[in-house]
């Protein structure tokens, strides 16, 4: 059973840039995929982008590839969100998730907790 903490979340201005972890807990991350998405006040959860484990093949959502980069690190069994140029569209609740891959959030068993990330002057 997969735990996942996420961390490095904040407040930072328009253009900034950001990286998160999520850090699986429980020994080796067993799960085939680990996923970002992030959920925006009022808004349902959108996916952001996700990495197959092994062999760390990517797939990052459209509108996001030009500044969002997934990747991780299996020997800290941690992943990881890079964002740059930032800005207050950006704002959300940052989510780390472990599942069968995949858009839809319900191919996702084990959830993070949560990071908050605001942009804003």
């Known amino acids: 059973q997969e735990q996942l903490v996420e961390s490095g979340g904040g407040l930072v201005e328009p253009g900034s840039s950001l990286r998160l972890s999520c850090a699986a807990s429980g020994g080796t991350f067993s799960m085939p995929f680990m996923a970002w998405f992030r959920q925006a006040p009022g808004k349902e959860r959108e996916f952001v982008g996700l990495?197959?484990?092994?062999?760390?093949?990517?797939y990052t959502n459209d509108f996001l590839k030009d500044r969002f980069t997934i990747s991780r690190d299996i020997a800290k069994n941690s992943g990881y969100l890079q964002m740059n140029n930032l800005n207050p569209e950006d704002t959300a609740v940052y989510y780390c998730?472990?599942?069968?891959?995949?858009?839809?959030?319900?191919?996702?068993?084990?959830w993070g907790q949560g990071t908050q990330v605001t942009v804003s002057t």
């Open positions: 998730a472990a599942g069968s891959g995949g858009l839809d959030p319900q191919r996702y068993t084990f």
């Open positions: 990495i197959k484990w092994s062999p760390g093949n990517t």
